[in-house]
């Protein structure tokens, strides 16, 4: 078994786990490179099909590409989305002139809630990896939040030998992260080895490319000349840049992303 397998394993086994736990579970799919990774797990570990309703949070600023990359996808894999626009927050006027950290809550940590609450999920899961950003390395695979899915970073049980607490008190949430181990360039190896179709934003054009998707006001290309998957390896192995350096929700506050992610952000 290698490396890769070790991962795919581990993943696979934390899916079922919390599928076997939850009876009210869904999982957040981006149309990133992760969370299309850990949906071709789902399918793995489930024998081809995603037995939970998969949610994408629409903030209407996407990069359009990403939307028909995403009803491409789910037409062809037959799944259940969910799609999710916090309306209320665009009558009143909210977009990245408010302040990117402002509408990052409101049309993606208050949205994401109000799904919670309509469909009374217990657990979500979701892509997210250790070594893309700093709050997230302060994660567990199976990661208590409040009623308000509200996270406590401080108080984070430890999770050794692979020994998971799935034992949570009633009415509280529960964030699940497979992919907590991996890292980008396994993401890539993975995507490689496994032939996982991706959308074409990642790979150049014109001397740039995307390391990182979101909505289209704030995510910029980093340069690179990488087209294939071997070249975005071969650049990863080499380069300083960090992986959301394309991200401006990161660059308005050194701690952007735990302030966020301490209110119910992905």
């Not at 259940?80 to 408010?98: F, R, S, T």
């Not at 030998?161 to 181990?181: A, C, E, I, M, Y």
Request: aromatic share 12%.
């Amino acid at each position: 078994m290698d490396h890769l397998d070790r991962l795919e394993a581990e993943s696979i086994y934390i899916l079922r786990e919390a599928y076997s736990k939850f009876s009210k579970i869904a999982m957040l799919w981006s149309i990133g490179k992760d969370s299309t990774v850990l949906l071709w797990l789902v399918k793995k570990a489930f024998f081809g099909h995603c037995p939970f309703p998969l949610i994408h949070i629409d903030t209407t600023y996407k990069i359009p590409e990403m939307i028909k990359y995403r009803d491409k996808l789910a037409k062809e894999y037959n799944l259940d989305l969910i799609v999710h626009i916090n309306e209320e927050a665009l009558k009143q006027g909210m977009g990245p002139e408010k302040g990117r950290l402002v509408c990052c809550k409101a049309l993606k940590t208050d949205a994401l809630q109000q799904v919670i609450n309509k469909y009374k999920f217990e657990a979500l899961i979701l892509g997210i990896r250790r070594d893309e950003e700093g709050s997230r390395s302060k994660e567990r695979f199976f990661s208590l939040r409040n009623e308000d899915s509200e996270w406590d970073y401080t108080n984070q049980p430890p999770e050794f030998w692979n020994q998971f607490n799935t034992d949570f008190p009633k009415g509280s949430h529960v964030r699940v992260h497979p992919l907590l181990n991996w890292t980008e360039i396994d993401i890539w190896m993975y995507i490689k080895r496994e032939n996982i179709p991706v959308i074409d934003l990642y790979f150049a054009k014109n001397g740039k490319r995307y390391r990182s998707l979101g909505c289209a006001p704030c995510t910029f290309p980093v340069e690179s000349n990488a087209t294939t998957i071997d070249e975005i390896i071969e650049e990863l192995k080499n380069t300083k840049i960090n992986e959301r350096a394309g991200r401006a929700q990161d660059q308005e506050d050194a701690y952007a992303m735990q302030k966020l992610r301490k209110e119910g952000y992905m």
